[in-house]
């Protein structure tokens, strides 16, 4: 066994409904062109993101999953216990998007807001209930103490 210490290079997000979620996903601001979608007869299967900061991050139907998953469990309930961070801009656009989104009907869960980490900082639902996040760049200007937990 090798001592190399893995990579993260990949999120896979196995999707109940893969138009609702390219339709959210591209309101984010993803470039996801149609070439990238792959579609058989009974629908939309499979989506590749090549992200410019070398991240891979793929949608796949839960048919998909299934086939190449043997274990892929049946759930009921929607999203997860993780979050889905992604970097914009600027704090405006932090604001800009999570308006954007919020207006078109999207479920906001945390307003944007001042993180004491220095960060603005806003929570987006998707349409699998997985929490997005929209994170600005740090301003060691505007750090604090963090929470009493």
């Known amino acids: 066994m ?42 939309a299967h499979h989506v590749n993101l090549d992200l410019p900061n070398g991240f891979h991050l793929h949608f796949d139907s839960v048919a998909l999953a ?22 914009v801009s600027s704090r405006e656009a932090v604001d800009d998007r999570y308006a954007d989104l919020v207006a078109t009907g999207y479920t906001g869960r945390q307003p944007p807001y001042d993180t004491f980490w220095g960060a603005r900082y806003a929570v987006i639902e998707d349409p699998d209930g997985n929490h997005v996040g929209l994170m600005s760049p740090l301003d060691p200007a505007r750090r604090s103490a963090g929470p009493a937990l």
């Open 66 to 87: 299934k086939s190449f998953n043997r274990g892929w469990p049946e759930q009921a309930a929607t999203g997860t216990r993780t979050i889905i961070g992604f970097s």
């Open 2 to 43: 090798t001592n190399q210490q893995p990579v993260l290079g990949l999120l896979d997000l196995v999707v109940r409904d893969m138009d609702a979620t390219l339709a959210f996903y591209r309101r984010l601001g993803l470039e996801i062109p149609d070439s990238a979608v792959w579609r058989t007869a009974s629908g």
